[in-house]
């Protein structure tokens, strides 16, 4: 029997708060254990090297906690990224935020259920989503999606003011970091994509083409949003072979995004 959407992202959720839970549980103990030992150490009842191992075990496994929480963040992330199933991601998004009631947490949650609404297709909800979250934004990689979504969505709106006060925002950003690193790099990055936007709106069809196609593609949404804009400026610039093979390719495998719908217009369009 088929899961809904809702059902889909209920088990996702679930199995990702049952570990958070049970890692939970397990720092609690081991802090409660130092917090004995300790007191122990003090009365002579343990030795010192006894407690240094507690505290050895106890960063151990403070760096496997950060690492399978990070697994299970990135799983979830590949369902956008990797499955372009924009509609099961935000859903999993919307109902991780109700489960979380830090400020940083629900900044970061808050952003992702944004991106995930702008793949849907629903531009000015993800847009008026992203007006509710207060900068500054604690963490690097927080802020660059949050600047990619806000670029995006002011493309979607035509706003070339906006598109240029966001190259500027990213741009002050990447100098605070060091030339070089994974940082500056996809700062970088973001920076080619917000060119391209600004070229496409000015339409510099050929100038925007030549840049996507230079573009570093890591997931097969990012294969899928430039091969959507490609398919685009391809029959702009008259080369309708391209622009089916572009937009064929996106149908095919856009699953669950607005790139499936804006394709299957370009090839309406082109066989008229």
Same mark, same amino acid.
């Given at each position: 029997m088929t899961q809904t959407v809702e059902q889909q992202a209920k088990r996702i959720v679930n199995k990702?708060?049952?570990?958070? @839970? +049970? =890692?939970?549980? &397990?720092? @609690? +103990? =081991?802090?409660? &254990?130092? @917090? +004995?030992a300790y007191a122990f150490l003090i009365i002579d009842w343990i030795t010192s090297w006894m407690l240094l191992l507690l505290i050895a075990v106890a960063i151990i496994f403070s760096l496997i906690s950060r690492t399978l929480k990070y697994i299970s963040i990135l799983r979830i992330e590949n369902i956008l990224q990797d499955r372009c199933d924009a509609e099961l991601y935000t859903e999993v998004m919307r109902l991780l935020l109700k489960k979380d009631d830090s400020k940083r947490g629900t900044k970061t949650i808050t952003i992702r259920i944004a991106k995930g609404l702008y793949f849907m297709g629903e531009f000015d909800e993800a847009y008026k989503l992203l007006q509710t979250v207060q900068l500054p934004i604690k963490g690097f990689y927080s802020s660059i999606q949050y600047f990619n979504v806000l670029?995006?969505?002011?493309k979607q709106k035509k706003n070339l003011d906006e598109l240029h006060m966001i190259f500027e925002s990213v741009k002050a950003l990447a100098l605070t970091t060091k030339a070089g690193s994974k940082k500056r790099i996809s700062a970088e990055e973001l920076l080619q994509i917000i060119t391209a936007s600004i070229e496409l709106l000015q339409g510099e069809y050929q100038t925007c083409r030549d840049r996507t196609l230079n573009m570093n593609v890591k997931t097969s949404l990012q294969k899928i949003a430039n091969y959507n804009n490609l398919a685009f400026l391809a029959a702009k610039l008259g080369d309708e072979g391209s622009a089916k093979t572009y937009a064929k390719y996106v149908v095919k495998y856009g699953n669950r995004t607005c790139f499936v719908a804006a394709a299957q217009a370009i090839l309406e369009g082109l066989a008229k």
């Open positions: 990702h708060m049952q570990k958070v @839970i +049970i =890692l939970r549980i &397990i720092s @609690i +103990i =081991l802090v409660t &254990i130092y @917090i +004995i670029a995006n969505c002011a």
